[in-house]
């Protein structure tokens, strides 16, 4: 059984800062490699000669292998130790964009994107943990998830204009070679100021459950890249939704009957929990889309360098910058309803501005769009942590955060599927195409803000409140 810790009570103001800090940059480099590898993406369909496909897997390689370890990792990080899974993480992230940096065909650079992944899914999630665990008390703790939202943010926002930079002066390989340096510092500053902390009943390896979220999620995936290729009525796709529902039922199944499960399956009786995860998945959906058919938009169509696509991207990250902060601020204040709907509404509003985009429309057009978006994703992040961490008890703040973060990979991954593969199986080509797909990111913001008014309401509050009770006396039992 593990030592719990209580970095809050051992460390003053300033420490609990420094260990902020330290963590903000494993979010910098996260968000530094969302948004640089995007703008990238047309450099690396000339130089490796990649379809449409080929692109979807670069990201996807890396969001995909992400959502299926997140748990895993947050399991590892509260048996272990939260700091030392951190810093191997980091370890490992910079090592896989040190090749990616090297690779010399597609393949190559799908599979050192997976190895980025196994770094990155010891990131986020266990950087929230530990931020978690250092601030414990609920407004301090909103406070800090918004400054962590923005550090995102900033980093995003810093993301097009460096990763355009980098591309037109040194080549798309550069982009990931620029994450190695900040790892370096971000596991020397861990070292030194992060305490070690670790949940006090340490869960065992399920390699059943994490076998079957390897399915589900791989599959589904799958299915959605390839469906242009293959068409649905293929025995390929139809395979493949097979195997994903088959992994469901097992999950359900085999979960349910463990005792140290890798996915609580309890955990979704709580509308709360489960309103967060599902506004994860659609609110992610929207900005992985968002990105992808944004970058081949202004490159491909617009014939715009990746210097100048990334500084007319520049407003969206700045607005998600500036309103991660203000999230925190409201969701301290007056919880997360305010926060959940109105970064649905912009969120549509943005993406619904970008339906009718053509091959003339105004950049002033373009960045009142982007700057909607970027509002709206920038609000949503503080309130999904929020409710996601009111339906766990603390001593499971690793596993509350693999969950979320989990459903956040899922939701980007699908986004990038899905309208990638209405684009690449649309004949009226890229723009018509684009028309579809970016209706659906609208109804991912519509969805966001209908499932924000129901997940916050009075019941499903006092649920997730039942809901943390149970857990934690079911955590005390098994310790016993």
């Known amino acids: 059984m593990g030592i719990p810790v209580e970095p809050s009570r051992a460390l003053s103001s300033r420490g609990r800062t420094i260990v902020l800090l330290t963590c903000f940059l494993s979010v910098v480099v996260a968000g530094l490699d969302t948004t640089i590898s995007n703008v990238a993406l047309p450099s690396i369909q000339r130089e490796l000669h990649a379809p449409v496909s080929g692109l979807q897997w670069v990201v996807d390689a890396y969001t995909l292998v992400m959502a299926c370890l997140l748990m895993f990792s947050g399991s590892l990080a509260d048996r272990f130790g939260r700091r030392r899974v951190f810093q191997i993480g980091l370890g490992l992230f910079s090592l896989g964009s ?128 390839e469906v242009p290729q293959h068409g649905w009525g293929s025995p390929f796709i139809i395979g493949l939704l097979v195997l994903a529902a088959g992994a469901v039922a097992g999950l359900i199944v085999v979960e349910s009957r463990r005792a140290d499960p890798l996915v609580d399956i309890r955990v979704f009786r709580s509308p709360a929990f489960s309103g967060a995860a599902i506004i994860s998945v659609v609110a992610l959906m929207a900005l992985g889309g968002f990105l992808f058919l944004n970058t081949l938009y202004l490159q491909d169509v617009r014939g715009y360098s990746a210097l100048h696509a990334g500084l007319l991207t520049f407003p969206m990250a700045a607005a998600l910058a500036a309103c991660a902060m203000i999230s925190g601020r409201i969701v301290a204040a007056r919880g997360s309803r305010p926060a959940f709907v109105l970064a649905g509404l912009l969120l549509a509003a943005g993406t619904g501005l970008l339906v009718g985009t053509g091959h003339g429309t105004g950049t002033w057009y373009l960045v009142l769009a982007y700057l909607l978006f970027g509002a709206g994703f920038g609000l949503v992040g503080t309130p999904l942590t929020n409710t996601a961490l009111s339906g766990m008890p603390r001593d499971r703040a690793g596993v509350a955060g693999a969950i979320a973060s989990t459903c956040r990979q899922t939701g980007g991954a699908v986004g990038v599927a899905v309208c990638g593969s209405i684009v690449a199986g649309g004949s009226a080509g890229f723009l018509a195409s684009s028309h579809t797909a970016w209706t659906v990111l609208t109804g991912c913001g519509i969805a966001t803000a209908l499932l924000g008014l129901i997940s916050t309401g009075r019941w499903a509050r006092a649920r997730a409140e039942r809901s943390a009770r149970r857990l934690s006396t079911h955590a005390l039992e098994a310790t016993r």
């Open 98 to 225: 040190l090749l990616c940096g090297l690779a010399s065909s597609l393949e190559a650079l799908v599979a050192c994107r997976a190895l980025q992944a196994v770094g990155g899914s010891m990131l986020n999630p266990v950087a929230m943990s530990i931020i978690a665990t250092t601030f414990t008390d609920s407004k301090e703790r909103a406070r800090a998830v918004g400054a962590w939202g923005a550090a995102a943010g900033l980093s995003g926002a810093a993301g097009p204009v460096l990763g355009g930079l980098l591309v037109s002066g040194l080549g798309w390989r550069s982009i990931f070679w620029v994450n190695v340096p900040v790892g370096a510092l971000a596991i020397c500053l861990a070292q030194r100021f992060v305490p070690e902390s670790r949940a006090a009943h340490g869960m065992r390896f399920d390699a059943l459950g994490q076998l079957l979220v390897v399915a589900f999620l791989g599959s589904v995936t799958a299915a959605v890249i």
